[in-house]
């Protein structure tokens, strides 16, 4: 049997229902990634069940998906590793960016085979201190993490919502359509985790001509699940009840810092693993056919830098 973690009921319905999981097939399926991965000689990469499970089920279970999902995975990590790689929690810039608490993952969830919920706080982040790059490498380890343990996450997707309380122009002047495209990719094609909907509260002047850009980058399926309410807190009620928010927000999550001291310590618990990291990706020497690089796959690096948020 494979060695993954077992499911509640609701969870283990919805990975048959919505991922088309088969447990009787998951061995004979994990074994046909291992087998592709040790003919891939371009990958290096971690084969543990649970964690190519994950793929297995962003892919809804189709091999040929699965395999196109991991390869993209490493393919990008290795292309920006000012993103991905060299991650210490207990570098002075990340640990700060930690305990600011700019990503949160929401403990609780609306049913016990809800999405995961992830509020993101960028305003929160000092603009002059750190780069909206610096900040995504911090983000990143909490998705890892996530990657790896939430079940919530790999099997009913993620709803992010994103409070822009705070963010100035010299956030905004930081980001470019470069970045954009980067994330977009990251989100769509590199990563085996479904967003179920973006939801953007207290948006600056400035973030629509950001957004629109960023929108211009996504499939349609995911551009019809982002969702812009301005300060109108009940219209997001109708997609996330309150009660799931932390209590700063009037919801029963607990208190924001407890959230983030708990996020702090896991992290750092994760230190080797991060490390560990490094050592996969692609090495596009090997890769059969054409390799990939930061040009190919995102195009538009070093064509305009700015956007016009004025």
């Not at 994990?30 to 994950?54: E, G, M, N, V, Y």
């Not at 060299?86 to 960016?97: G, H, I, S, V, W």
């Not at 927000?249 to 208190?255: K, V």
Request: contains cysteine; hydrophobic residues 35%.
């Amino acid at each position: 049997m494979p060695n993954i973690r077992p499911l509640c009921s609701e969870l283990e319905k919805k990975a048959r229902d919505e991922l088309n999981e088969i447990p009787e097939r998951i061995d004979e399926d994990l074994a046909a990634l291992r087998a592709w991965l040790a003919k891939s000689p371009h990958i290096k990469a971690r084969d543990d069940d649970q964690f190519l499970l994950t793929f297995l089920r962003g892919a809804k279970h189709s091999l040929e998906r699965a395999k196109e999902k991991l390869d993209m995975y490493y393919t990008v990590r290795t292309a920006l590793p000012e993103l991905l790689k060299n991650r210490d929690p207990f570098d002075e810039k990340m640990a700060c960016l930690l305990r600011s608490g700019s990503c949160l993952p929401l403990p609780l969830t609306d049913t016990p085979g809800g999405p995961r919920i992830v509020l993101l706080r960028p305003g929160v982040t000092d603009p002059n201190k750190f780069t909206i790059y610096e900040a995504f490498k911090c983000n990143s380890m909490i998705f890892d993490i996530m990657l790896k343990e939430d079940d919530n996450l790999g099997i009913a997707g993620q709803l992010a919502l994103g409070d822009m309380a705070g963010m100035t122009l010299s956030h905004l002047g930081q980001v470019n359509p470069s970045l954009l495209k980067k994330m977009s990719l990251l989100n769509q094609e590199a990563s085996p985790l479904r967003m179920k909907g973006a939801h953007h509260l207290n948006v600056p002047a400035g973030f629509e001509a950001i957004f629109n850009v960023f929108k211009g980058f996504m499939n349609e399926k995911n551009r019809s699940r982002i969702f812009v309410h301005g300060s109108n807190f009940e219209a997001l009620y109708q997609y996330i009840p309150k009660r799931l928010l932390p209590e700063e927000y009037g919801g029963e999550a607990g208190p924001i810092q407890a959230i983030i001291d708990e996020w702090v310590k896991k992290i750092e618990n994760y230190r080797d693993y991060f490390k560990e990291e490094d050592q996969y990706g692609t090495d596009e020497r090997k890769r059969p056919g054409r390799p990939k690089n930061a040009e190919s796959l995102f195009g538009i690096e070093g064509s305009f830098r700015k956007l016009n948020v004025d």
